[in-house]
């Protein structure tokens, strides 16, 4: 069955240390979503992508990154962790020129 | 700047009762409005509402739009302990992000 993954489900690191958080899609979807889920803020959009090669940021992006040299991935990187950043981040997939998103299962992240 | 709001932000209910979950968003050039579930995990999806007046219906849980007002509604009939979840609204203009509310918490006692 198509389905979204992500990778680790659980990850504790250290301030300023570089970490990639994975998002893998079997579903051929053109559009990749990453969001951030605290309490009290909801869903945030961290960064999106609509294709091979395009990458665009969202409302929250300041200090991280990613990129997209296949359909299936969409890796998301903190170049340098903060204790801000400890949070939930979930990835999403939707076809072109479709609004209706499914989301990976989540990666709770801490940063200590 | 674009806004989605959802009320109330918590809701405690009897096994039974019927509950509406309120969504009310400012957003240039809207699209679409998307309600989805979130228990302890990814949200899943509900609905996707694009025209005013149109009821989107799932068993027990039916929604609507009014595009005039800037509103949409999420209702649960007879509610189960397990409709207890985060219900979260959406929207979407021009590009296919999304916006989302902060959501409503749902617990159905028994």
């Known amino acids: 069955d198509a389905e979204i993954t992500q990778s680790p489900r659980h990850k504790i690191t250290e301030t300023g240390r570089q970490v990639t958080l994975a998002c893998h899609q079997t579903?051929?979807?053109?559009?990749m979503f990453w969001y951030r889920q605290d309490l009290g803020h909801g869903l945030r959009l961290i960064h999106y992508?609509?294709?091979?090669?395009?990458?665009n940021k969202g409302e929250v992006s300041d200090g991280y990154s990613v990129s997209r040299s296949n359909t299936e991935d969409l890796p998301l990187t903190l170049e340098s962790a903060a204790s801000s950043q400890t949070s939930v981040y979930f990835c999403?997939?939707?076809?072109?020129?479709?609004?209706?998103?499914?989301f990976g299962p989540g990666t709770r992240l801490t940063v200590l | 700047e674009d806004k989605v709001v959802q009320s109330p932000l918590s809701l405690v209910v009897h096994e039974g009762d019927t509950v509406t979950l309120n969504c009310s968003y400012e957003?240039?050039?809207?699209?679409?409005l998307l309600w989805y579930k979130q228990e302890k995990k990814a949200p899943t999806f509900l609905f996707m509402l694009t025209s005013s007046g149109i009821e989107k219906k799932s068993g027990r849980l039916s929604s609507i739009l009014d595009k005039k007002e800037l509103f949409s509604i999420l209702n649960i009939t007879a509610t189960q302990t397990g409709d207890s979840a985060v219900y979260l609204c959406?929207?979407?203009?021009?590009?296919?992000?999304?916006?989302f509310g902060k959501g409503t918490s749902l617990l159905v006692t028994p």
């Open positions: 579903w051929n979807h053109n559009n």
């Open positions: 992508s609509y294709g091979v090669q395009d990458t």
């Open positions: 999403a997939s939707s076809l072109t020129n479709t609004d209706t998103q499914y």
């Open positions: 957003v240039t050039n809207f699209r679409s």
């Open positions: 959406a929207v979407s203009n021009s590009g296919y992000a999304l916006n």
